[in-house]
Nanobody, 119 residues
Framework: QVRLVESGGGLVQPGGSLRLSCTAS????????MGWFRQVPGKEREFLVY????????LYADSVKGRFTISRDNAKNTVYLQMNSLKPEDTAVYYC????????????WGQGTQVTDSS
């Protein structure tokens, strides 16, 4: 039973910061690429960043590059998203993703956490 649980969302002012956390259970965390996505009503889920389990490299979407930073702690089965310089357009539900492609591509998702940026 795979479970991903996000936390850390909330209401922030423009220019503020939040750190999201995602804790995984039921999988061998160190063998999964971890990532973050977000979604607003009426739009497709948007890719933000992933961090490879193989080499630790991170790839960021242009919309968050330079503002958001992903990190992972394999000992705690946790991935983080540090979000700085938040803008109103960052308002969305943020989802944690775990992906393995060892045999077939399989994705697991958390329930999401709401981030709202307003002034």
């Amino acid at each position: 039973q795979v479970r991903l649980v996000e936390s850390g969302g909330g209401l922030v002012q423009p220019g503020g910061s939040l750190r999201l956390s995602c804790t995984a259970s039921g999988l061998r965390f160190s063998l999964y690429t971890m990532g973050w996505f977000r979604q607003v009503p009426g739009k497709e889920r948007e890719f933000l960043v992933y961090k490879s389990y193989r080499d630790g490299r991170a790839l960021y979407a242009d919309s968050v590059k330079g503002r958001f930073t992903i990190s992972r702690d394999n000992a705690k089965n946790t991935v983080y998203l540090q979000m700085n310089s938040l803008k109103p357009e960052d308002t969305a539900v943020y989802y944690c993703n775990a992906r393995t492609s060892l045999i077939t591509t399989t994705d697991y998702w958390g329930q999401g956490t709401q981030v709202t940026d307003s002034s």
